[in-house]
């Protein structure tokens, strides 16, 4: 089945600076990559999206990047903020259709 | 609020025991999908039904068991439990079987004592 890395583990920045967070990805046929936020205690929510037909989306400070050759895709915060500080998980659906994450990075904006 | 409803919001309960996580989609939504999350640890995805068929399965132990009725809310049973269950239980819904986005449940947290 489908199996999805995801590095790093841990990630502290300071404010302002950018974040860049990679994953991997088994299944050929996933076609659908999302990216999900935990805050501390609570449930996880989407933040950015892309499908297989996309190399790139953008929404104000998060990108996100698909290189499908070589099955990876990464998550990009510009510009980061404390409030970014969360468990960022991410995700894909491959051809059993369930949606397989990433085991999480941990990121820590300081001031 | 994501629209999708799980209870109860905590469970404590014995080793040995029996219970039932209830998970109510968003409204259309036809897929369920139930994720275990042990303390820092990652969304370990364990079940997904569609429209009432299971769909896809992944580590879920046998003494674990889904179903979702036609009303398409979905009931996730665990039985014999055991120290190590305790986790927080997702259930997440989505409007297709996968490549749309998923609406999480504010979780399950289950004490095994």
């Known amino acids: 089945g489908e199996n999805v890395e995801q590095h790093p583990s841990t990630l502290s920045v300071q404010e302002g600076d950018s974040a860049v967070i990679k994953c991997t990805y088994s299944?050929?046929?996933?076609?659908?990559f999302p990216w999900y936020k935990q805050e501390l205690g609570k449930r996880p929510q989407l933040i950015i999206d892309?499908?297989?037909?996309?190399g790139e989306k953008k929404d104000q400070r998060i990108a996100v990047t698909l290189n499908k050759t070589a099955k990876h895709f990464s998550l990009h915060i510009t510009e980061t903020q404390p409030e970014d500080s969360a468990v960022y998980f991410c995700?894909?659906?491959?051809?059993?259709?369930?949606?397989?994450f990433g085991t999480g990075t941990r990121l820590q904006v300081t001031l | 609020d994501s629209g999708v409803t799980q209870t109860p919001k905590h469970l404590i309960t014995a080793t040995g025991q029996r219970v039932t996580l209830r998970c109510s989609p968003r409204?259309?939504?036809?897929?369920v999908y139930w994720y275990q999350q042990s303390l820092d640890q990652g969304l370990q995805f364990l079940i997904q039904?569609?429209?009432?068929?299971?769909?896809a399965k992944g580590n879920i132990l046998e003494r674990f068991s889904a179903q979702q009725f036609p009303d398409l809310h979905s009931e996730l049973n665990l039985s014999s439990l055991e120290l190590g269950d305790s986790a927080l239980y997702f259930c997440?819904?989505?409007?297709?079987?996968?490549?749309?986005?998923?609406?999480f449940g504010q979780g399950t947290r289950l004490t095994v004592v």
């Open positions: 892309i499908r297989s037909n996309v």
């Open positions: 409204s259309g939504d036809l897929s």
């Open positions: 039904y569609y429209n009432g068929e299971e769909r």
């Open positions: 997440a819904s989505s409007a297709n079987w996968g490549n749309t986005e998923a609406f």
């Open positions: 995700a894909s659906t491959g051809t059993a259709s369930k949606l397989t």
């Open positions: 299944d050929s046929a996933s076609n659908y």
